[in-house]
């Protein structure tokens, strides 16, 4: 063949060679099973047999697993969403990218499971024997603002917050932050750019707020020591599959007053128990997403005690965003217990008697309280 | 996956052999999705095989070839009446005939069955006609039958057209070349634009009466856009890989939403189904040949079934209607207007009617159609708001492409093109990039982190 021929069939070569080395590549590539982008376990190659292959289902298992273990998929996956951003389509996937780095999911809406969290919050708070305190922390997108794109959806959480709120009745004090969220997110740091949480910085500012209702002295900023760790990249990040995103810190801080030996953090799943001494694993820190760096990550009942702290027990009803903020409120009381609803099934209020608890706390992400059906487990 | 496995095979396999090769090839594929149905298929190629010889035994005994003849179209009728329209018909007559409360039943469409139904019937009825010859190879007719590009979205090649080919064809590096660029425009087609117009549309109709009159029509606008780059995206994907395997069909789209009437654009809307109704109904009942009141009739009837070819529901029929009622008032009076009219006018004109018709096409419940209807007219207000706004202005370049690639603007300029060299460039760079994004856009769609169990 000519070399000037070759070179007007030079896009058959191409695609040929792009199909086979594609489909040898799907075939010889070792296969992962599990996704850490994505946090999920990947499709597994289905079981072949007769009954299997004439019901279909075994076509479509094994399209499932394809498309599941297609090579180089994190770079197609990439390059797909920079091609949705340059196209005029920031957010296509479900999370905008701002300014500076930061990404924001889209906002939250009003749900069903909003008013009904409301409601299951206001009976448990009327049947309550103790003082029941509830924040709600609203989004980064809303905080931030300023940094999100030119066209996005509009952010309303002091809305909804307050609305919420209002349903709560008179027995539950609610601790609107948002004011104070978004005031002083104009300066400081609050949110991580790659991840839907808070930082430490942003939990602070919570839990000075929340001193003033719930009557602690919150302990001063420069009392803390700040460790700051590198290389975390969020979900959001992982969502948006916008790879250039420069990756996040952490800061872990630190009551230097604290002595070592005062603390004790003991994490309950169902009949596991494990203890440690510190609000911090850093066994957490190896992977991508490092925000279960923070009281490691969910679980259905954590136990905070301080013995250098004075007195007071705490029941905290919440979501991850606590798992920053604790620590902090640790600091002031010497018994706290955290409930994740999503996993303890079993009634908050026996909880509250049987720890002779002061005070109850609910915590929560607008977010999560807007999508999350648990709290119906309160009581 | 299935490709390269596909075109290894075909190309490795003897000359002589290639039908058989296919054969298999597109039985394994159909089976892909309906491992059962194939026997279906099966069953209707073999009806049009024995048919199609009989008929060619006893061309002489001029009654019996003709019972057979219309046997064979019961039957094809048949098997396409029972597994598309029963559940329609048991629905329709309850609704009519309220009283006899008759079971529905419902069947699930077989994938492709319109469209190989219409091409084993256009073998069956040209031998009837005697204008082809009667295949008496089983693999090459069934080759013709599920030949796999085709097979799922047209076009609906005519065994007539194919005839030759299907015999002997010569598989060149020209046309292979030809195919694989024609393939990746389909698929980009497809993916880069229809795709992304279908995202647009279902969120346009979730956003409800927020969409206001203005978001309506984008709305419907970017579902005439994904419709037609869905399947002329097909139909190029077909075409291109018949190509690659030797075959040449006819092309099915020719930039239609240019059109300057309405029967301009069903010249070049789904040319090989036109084609179908035009050489097997429209001209064996008549044509334009017996008069005014029977062209009207003859054009009722082809309007009727091409709507209701198109799906089994009231929605397609009234859209079939609407059109052959549009295509007689052109007839009578319109289309000697709109040749004098200035172009702008003929074009909105046709496009209006066009993007109204995608409407009647969309909606098969009546009331959820009403309601959109009542939008478009500024039911709900006019203008846009919420959600659906910064969603609308996102997708305003890919509309804006969409736009621009409905027209032949960059066939236009590519042939304009007379430099060697930058013909090359922009061939290899685009097959490329097509490749490259097209992947991209599919891995995502299997990409959906599971972001919930570590809130």
Request: proline share 4%.
């Amino acid at each position: 063949m000519k070399p000037a021929k070759a070179v007007h069939y030079l896009p058959a070569f191409i695609f040929c060679g792009f199909i086979f080395v594609f489909m040898i590549l799907w075939i010889v590539l070792p296969k992962e099973d599990y996704s850490a982008k994505e946090k999920r376990m990947l499709a597994d190659i289905p079981e072949l047999n007769a009954q299997t292959i004439f019901s279909g289902e075994f076509q479509k298992k094994l399209d499932d697993y394809l498309s599941d273990h297609i090579p180089a998929r994190d770079f197609f996956v990439g390059l797909n969403a920079d091609y949705e951003l340059v196209s005029g389509r920031n957010g296509s996937n479900g999370i905008y990218l701002g300014s500076d780095d930061y990404l924001f999911s889209k906002p939250t809406r009003e749900t069903d499971n909003l008013a009904n969290n409301a409601q299951f919050i206001k009976e448990f708070s009327e049947t309550s024997q103790v003082p029941v305190f509830m924040t709600v922390i609203p989004s980064s997108g809303y905080v931030n603002g300023r940094r999100l794109p030119a066209v996005h959806e509009e952010y309303y959480d002091d809305r909804l917050i307050s609305e919420f709120s209002e349903k709560l009745g008179d027995k539950v004090s609610f601790v609107n932050v948002t004011d104070v969220m978004f005031r002083e997110g104009a300066t400081k740091q609050l949110y991580y750019r790659t991840d839907h949480h808070w930082t430490s910085q942003g939990a602070y500012e919570c839990y000075k707020a929340l001193g003033k209702s719930m009557g602690y002295e919150p302990v001063a900023k420069n009392k803390f020591s700040v460790e700051t760790v590198t290389g975390f990249y969020g979900t959001s990040y992982s969502k948006s599959a916008l790879w250039f995103v420069s990756p996040d810190k952490i800061e872990l801080w630190r009551n230097t007053l604290q002595p070592k030996d005062s603390l004790t953090v003991e994490i309950k799943d169902g009949s596991d128990t494990k203890t440690s001494n510190s609000y911090f694993f850093p066994e957490q820190l190896k992977g991508d997403d490092k925000y279960p760096v923070f009281l490691d990550g969910n679980h259905s009942v954590v136990r905070i005690t301080n013995t250098n702290a004075e007195s007071g027990t705490l029941v905290v009803v919440k979501d991850s965003y606590a798992h920053t903020i604790v620590p902090f409120l640790s600091q002031n009381y010497r018994n706290i217990i955290m409930l994740d609803l999503r996993y303890y099934k079993k009634d908050v209020s026996d909880v509250v008697k049987a720890e002779n608890a002061d005070q109850v706390l609910i915590l929560y992400s607008l977010d999560n309280l807007a999508n999350d059906p648990y709290l119906s487990n309160l009581f | 996956m299935f490709l390269p496995i596909t075109l290894f095979l075909y190309y490795i396999t003897p000359k002589r052999f290639r039908n058989l090769t296919l054969f298999v090839v597109d039985l394994v594929f159909y089976s892909w999705g309906e491992p059962m149905l194939v026997l279906l298929m099966l069953t209707s190629i073999l009806i049009n095989y024995v048919s199609a010889i009989l008929i060619g035994i006893n061309r002489e005994k001029k009654a019996l070839a003709r019972t057979i003849f219309i046997i064979s179209i019961i039957l094809n009728l048949g098997l396409l009446g029972f597994f598309k329209y029963v559940g329609f018909i048991g629905e329709t007559l309850n609704f009519v005939l309220p009283f006899l409360n008759l079971p529905v039943i419902q069947v699930a469409l077989p994938i492709g069955i319109s469209f190989y139904t219409f091409q084993t019937m256009s073998y069956t009825i040209d031998v009837y006609r005697n204008t082809v010859k009667v295949q008496k190879n089983f693999i090459t007719f069934g080759t013709y039958v599920s030949l796999f590009p085709q097979l799922i979205a047209g076009p609906i090649v005519r065994y007539s057209d194919v005839a030759a080919q299907l015999v002997s064809r010569k598989e060149s590096m020209e046309q292979f070349t030809e195919g694989v660029k024609l393939f990746l425009v389909g698929l980009s087609k497809k993916v880069l634009l229809a795709n992304e117009m279908g995202a647009l549309w279902d969120a346009v109709r979730e956003s409800g009466s927020q969409a206001g009159a203005l978001g309506a029509w984008v709305g419907i606008i970017a579902y005439t856009f994904q419709i037609y780059f869905d399947f002329s995206g097909y139909s190029d994907m077909a075409i291109g890989l018949g190509r690659m395997f030797g075959f040449e069909f006819i092309k099915n789209f020719d930039y239609p939403y240019i059109s300057k009437s309405i029967t301009e654009f069903w010249r070049r809307w789904h040319i090989s189904l036109g084609t179908w109704f035009r050489e097997y109904v429209y001209i064996p009942l008549g044509g334009n040949r017996k008069g005014l009141g029977r062209q009207i009739i003859n054009i009722a009837v082809v309007w009727f079934l091409t709507g209701l070819w198109h799906g089994a529901s009231w929605n397609f029929v009234l859209w079939g209607v609407y059109f052959g009622i549009i295509l007689v008032i052109e007839k009578a009076f319109l289309l000697k207007l709109l040749k004098k009219a200035p172009a702008v006018i003929s074009h909105l004109y046709s496009l209006l009617l066009i993007v109204f018709g995608w409407v009647l096409f969309y909606f098969e419940n009546m009331s959820e159609m009403g309601g959109f209807i009542a939008r478009l007219f500024g039911a709900d207000g006019f203008m846009m708001q919420g959600d659906i706004v910064p969603c609308i202005i996102s997708y305003i370049p890919l509309l804006l492409a969409a736009a621009l690639v409905s027209t032949p603007l960059f066939n236009l300029i590519y042939h304009k093109i007379k430099s060697r060299a930058v013909i090359i460039v922009l061939d290899n760079a685009g097959s490329a990039a097509a490749l490259l994004l097209c992947t991209a856009s599919l891995a995502s769609s299997a990409y959906n982190p599971f972001l919930y169990f570590k809130f």
